[in-house]
């Protein structure tokens, strides 16, 4: 019986595409969390029904005016205190046993598995894909930068859309359809979670931890993927795409592209691109406003207050003094900061390009 | 409807301003509101009841500031782009989403803190407790002038953070977030360790008084529920909050020394806070639900003038929830990388919570069955909680299974099951209790009619509120979002607006019950048919409680009365406890 009522419950959320209670159901885990889903909904369903339907009636067949004796003051029934111990107990077994067997599956990763990393810091994502090296980021800044042209109707969702596509050209989370993918999780600074609706699977990212999700996404398309556990101030903004792609080539082609820089392009270019791509973009403004790092605006040249081992001290900001930064963010503090600033592992390229794009925006 | 035509018939008779001219209080004399009436005869009053009035005043006041800060939230996310949020914070988009976060934080810790904690038990229980016992205060009245001071105390800190730049951790305070947050976090937190004794110092007192203050002839089994309820969430109180109180000692520790505890950068475990956090956390919640169930107990009972059903049963239940609160916590921390065989554990033991719950609905139903129910307004909250702690109990089902768990966890789905259980159940039961002791309180009736307005109005703006949430979390919307997905905005537009009318209802709700106290009719001694002892002494009742020494009455024998239409009185000739 637990057999069939699995399988008629799973055949509920047959579906896809989004439903008026779930989102689109594209992993492979998908089908089982919405069984299971559907089941207890109709637990609920049921007893809210009966409850409610109890709790109308009595009132409308018991109420009385102020003052008339209650027709029976009978106080308790054995069977029917054994019955509604006794069914709840029973549900709440099955429920456990399914929830339990589902959990189970999506603990236990397979072996073949590909391995990407997903790192969460202060409002960014980065993913790497370990096979081939590359880091590409989760892009949150210009998906909020579409969203806003979007809304405020500088773009039409024609343009969003194609923008959109721009960006997950080289960013976001990418996966090959029908392919077992384990996500390690990893903070850099608090807690975040990744959270990817539409194949059900959350896990903490927890700094000094390495956690891990696994999932077979079953149908290619782009799905939103959101930081679901709270971190300050970009948590909503800290979100991201998922891709996934219609067979391993089209995802190995991505991923030839995305690990590769333009190199035609003028280096102040490259730089932003970097700046970008690392996620420099969630602490280090261009425009002048303070985040959690110093703006890059006016910064080449400026002459800097840090301190260093709990020392003060000034030095003005060239080449080797960015260079230090990148490489060795915690050793000299900016003055008015508190020092948050992750090691982002730069290529020699990388740097160079990062700084002259810092110099282009001297004033 | 049928019913609420018959129903409104006997308010008529009762809005009538009738004199009261029953015997018994004719011989009171002075009120405990009376009977002195200085600045410091409040300030310095061992009086329970006047305890417990100061208590109200001040719960009701951070309520209305916690309800202040979620109106700001639910007006706030009416749109995902910033929309009062640049009226006080100014153009930079970081600062408006500071002040969003400050917002919700506050909202949650003073509703969890200031407000449900100490509502039930701290407001009502102070002074129903030692009436429903006969007694003539707690144990240790000067202990419990303590622990309102204790409160006061935390209410000023957490006033003092408002207008110190405001704490933005969330109410979890967890770390490294709150090890880090260049926010006030540490006087927060110094004002839930104060409030923490404030809840310790009352369960102490509560235990105390219900083991060696029963009156003659009152055995554990003939307790008003209530006092089953009450002394159940007395145990918790006592063996939790400690540990809080640990937890928020070692997090200040953290912030200030760098103890590397919590912190991964100085070796410590984020994951750990969250298991000492929510060891105390997880029972709160059954602090605060246990009592608002033994309000639900008498309100049921009394208003349909029948027996309770399944005494026992309820009053095991309260134990066993009470017993099982313990070993749940780990259920909070699903996706937080504790391992897999932790997770199937707290699991399994989680639904053992959901059993005694049930329990207890169904026996409150089974009350209701034959019963000459009054569709007053404490009635309406009865049943409003009934219904609305069903699907706060039913939608932790879902969170208790670990495969659903692992896609509704930190979503708004979470949001509203733990609003329908907080607010839906804790404090409408709190609402209902105000008004089921309003007359005992205060010595007035308030207006009946005005009274189920409000109440129909709350109910319906609660459920419009959260009902959304429920879909939009499972559709994936994430909690604690300042802005969101476009797809989003028709579930959070419809929670701004029942939140508006709630809001309707709360304010109706204070603007009748002060009408009352100023023109109110005056309250008869037992204005609802109830048997425990505080309908046995005048509305108020005097100082000492009680004309006399009182004994045990069976509560549940609630057939015994016959109405006065004229004073709106239920009296007895055979009814106990008098002087």
Known sequence: MMQFLTSSFQSLATQTGPTFWLPEAVSNFAPTVDGDFYFVYWVSIFFLVLITALLILFMWKYSAPEGQKATSQNDHNLVLEIAWTGIPVILSLMMFWYGYKGYVAMATPPANAMVITAEAAKWSWNFSYPASGTVVSGASEDFNEIRNALRSGELTAEQAAEREAKVLEKAGLHVPVNTPVQVNVLAADVLHSLFIPAFRVKKDCVPGRIGQLWFEATEPGVYSLYCSEYCGQGHSAMHSKVVVHPSQEDFDKWLAVAASYDETLPFTELGEIVWKRKGCVSCHSLDGAMKTGPTWKGLFGSERKYTENGTLGSAIADESYIEESIRYPMKKISDGYTGQMPVVKLTDKEILWVTEFIKSLRQ | ?579
């Open chain 2, 1 to 579: 409807m049928k019913p609420d035509d018959k129903a409104s018939a006997g308010s008529d008779l009762s809005s009538q301003e009738v004199e009261q001219t029953s015997q018994e209080t004719k011989i009171s004399g002075p009120s405990y509101l009376t009977v002195t009436n200085t600045l410091t005869s409040w300030m310095f009053t061992l009086d329970h009841k006047r305890i417990g009035l100061m208590y109200l005043v001040g719960v009701l006041s951070m309520f209305l500031l916690g309800g202040v800060f979620a109106l700001l939230v639910r007006t706030e996310l009416f749109s995902p782009i910033p929309l009062i949020t640049p009226l006080f914070a100014g153009d930079d988009a970081g600062a408006q989403a500071d002040l969003y976060n400050q917002w919700f934080t506050t909202h949650g810790a003073i509703m969890v803190f200031l407000v449900i904690i100490p509502g039930v038990p701290a407001a009502l229980g102070n002074f129903v407790l030692p009436l429903l016992l006969g007694a003539k205060d707690v144990a240790f009245p000067r202990l419990n002038l303590g622990s309102f001071y204790l409160w006061m105390c935390g209410a000023a800190f957490f006033v003092y953070v408002l207008f110190s730049g405001g704490v933005d951790t969330g109410w979890t305070f967890y770390t490294p977030y709150s090890t880090s947050s260049p926010t006030a976090v540490i006087p927060a937190v110094v004002g839930v360790f104060i409030l923490g004794f404030s809840s310790i110092f009352t369960g102490l007192n509560f235990i105390v008084t219900i083991h060696k203050m029963r009156p003659k002839g009152m055995t554990w089994f003939n307790m008003p529920l209530f006092l089953w309820a009450t002394y159940s969430t007395a145990v918790i109180q006592v063996l939790a909050t400690p540990v809080l109180g640990i937890t928020l000692l070692l997090l200040i520790l953290e912030r200030t020394l760098g103890i590397g505890i919590f912190d991964p950068q100085n070796g410590g475990d984020p994951v750990l806070y969250q298991h000492f956090f929510w060891f105390y956390s997880h029972p709160a919640v059954y602090i605060m639900i246990i009592p608002a169930m033994g309000v639900i107990s008498e309100i049921i009972a009394v208003h349909s003038h029948k027996r309770i059903f399944g005494y026992r049963y309820i009053a095991y239940s309260s134990v066993a929830i009470a017993i099982f609160s313990f070993i749940v916590w780990g259920h909070h921390m699903f996706t937080s990388g504790q391992s897999t065989m932790m997770n199937i554990i707290f699991s399994g033991i989680t639904f053992s919570v959901g059993i005694p719950s049930a329990i207890k609905v169904f026996n409150w139903i089974a009350t209701m069955y034959k019963g000459s129910i009054n569709l007053n307004t404490s009635m309406l909250y009865g049943i409003s909680f009934i219904f609305l702690f069903t699907i706060g109990g039913l939608t932790g089902l879902f969170l208790g299974v670990l495969s659903i768990d692992t896609h509704l966890h930190d979503t708004y789905f979470v949001v509203a099951h733990f609003h329908y259980v907080m607010m839906g159940s804790a404090l409408i039961a709190f609402v209902g209790g105000l008004h089921h002791w309003w007359p005992k309180m205060t010595g007035r009736m308030f207006n009946e009619f005005w009274g189920r307005i409000a109440c129909t109005l709350v109910f319906i703006g609660f459920n419009l509120t959260f009902i959304p949430q429920f879909v939009m979390g499972s559709l994936g919307m994430p909690r604690r979002y300042y802005s969101y997905e476009d797809k989003f905005q028709i579930y959070h537009q419809l929670s701004t607006i029942g939140s508006y009318v709630m809001a309707v209802g709360f304010f109706l709700t204070a603007f009748y019950l002060i009408q009352s106290l100023v023109s109110g009719k005056k309250a008869p001694m037992n204005p609802w048919g109830g048997n425990s002892l505080e309908w046995h002494t005048p509305s108020p009742p005097p100082l000492e409680n009680f004309h006399g020494v009182p004994s045990a009455t069976d509560p549940y024998e609630l057939d015994q009365f016959d109405y006065d239409p004229v004073t709106g009185n239920y009296s007895s000739q055979s009814s106990k406890g008098l002087a």
